[in-house]
């Protein structure tokens, strides 16, 4: 018999990545949580399979009584920099989540979290500091939990982190990252490692699970963008985390340099070797850019 799986956030980016796998699993009977029921993911969704509802901050009843008949919850959680008070917004939907889960028995819920770096640093990343805060409660009120934490995303470079053109073919990957590595991973795993965590509970419930495919120095990851696009060349742009800031043009800048000093400081510390327990097809950065390099391209046309 199909287990039940309500899935938060399903049209996420993460949201999205592990509906998919989960249907493509055939293991599970998917319920995904969506804030737009009209839009092409909830077609797609439904198209394929999965029960849809209406996820509304205003109007939870629906999420609650999706929540009484499941088995497992995957509760994602996302940072709306928009909102006058996006940290505490997040972690509002997070405890109101963390405790329907607990009154309605859920008996497996995974958590897409992140470090605490206020906590740690005394500086925020609101969208790591929430999920943080979110995962301490969660583990409070003892749900039967596994967190997984995920680095930096490879798709990052499609869309948030697009190289920066600096002449004929030639592109600045601007992230200040030093002389440290960052951590990465296809976003598009996070959904199969989510589903072997769902079909083992008895070796995940209880634990954290931080995610890596590879660990790279900028020039590294430069290094690989430039030798499978070539004739594109690509170097790490050297920037600061000030500079960074100053010229990102989304919302939360300082958030997002904030979560790059985090990581400058040493303090990732993922394990490639429990992901690639849980993801066996698991891609390097080199495999990744191999097997999207026209839609880099095509993102780099558009930039």
Not at 274 to 301: D, G, I, Y
Request: proline share 4%; glycine share 6%; net charge neutral.
């Amino acid at each position: 018999m199909q287990e039940t799986v309500v899935v938060t956030e399903a049209d996420s980016r993460e949201g999205r990545s592990v509906a998919t796998a989960l249907l493509q699993d055939g293991g599970f009977k998917l319920t995904a949580a969506l804030k737009d029921l009209s839009g092409p993911d909830a077609v797609q969704l439904q198209t394929a399979g999965a029960d849809t509802i209406l996820q509304d901050p205003r109007n939870l009843s629906s999420l609650e009584a999706a929540l009484s008949v499941a088995q497992k919850c995957v509760v994602i959680t996302t940072t709306d920099f928009q909102d006058p008070d996006p940290l505490k917004r997040e972690i509002w939907q997070g405890y109101w989540l963390a405790d329907s889960c607990k009154k309605q028995n859920v008996g497996h819920v995974i958590f897409l979290g992140q470090h605490h770096v206020h906590r740690k640093y005394g500086f925020p990343a609101r969208h790591m500091d929430a999920k943080a805060s979110i995962n301490d409660y969660m583990t409070e009120i003892k749900l039967p939990k596994t967190e997984i934490i995920s680095p930096f995303y490879f798709e990052n470079f499609l869309y948030t982190f697009k190289p920066i053109a600096a002449g004929h073919d030639v592109y600045k990957l601007a992230l200040p990252m030093g002389d440290t590595a960052l951590d990465g991973i296809s976003l598009a795993q996070i959904g199969s490692i989510v589903a072997s965590v769902l079909k083992n509970p008895h070796c995940w419930i209880g634990k954290s699970c931080s995610l890596s495919a590879d660990r790279l120095l900028l020039h590294e990851y430069a290094a690989t963008l430039s030798q499978l696009l070539h004739p594109k060349q690509f170097q790490d742009a050297r920037v600061s985390v000030r500079s960074f800031v100053g010229s990102y043009r989304g919302p939360g800048a300082r958030d997002l340099g904030n979560m790059f000093e985090f990581w400058k400081k040493g303090s990732q510390r993922m394990n490639r070797a429990m992901t690639a327990e849980l993801c066996p097809e698991l891609q390097t950065f080199h495999m990744w850019v191999s097997e999207n390099k026209e839609q880099l391209r095509r993102a780099l046309e558009d930039a």
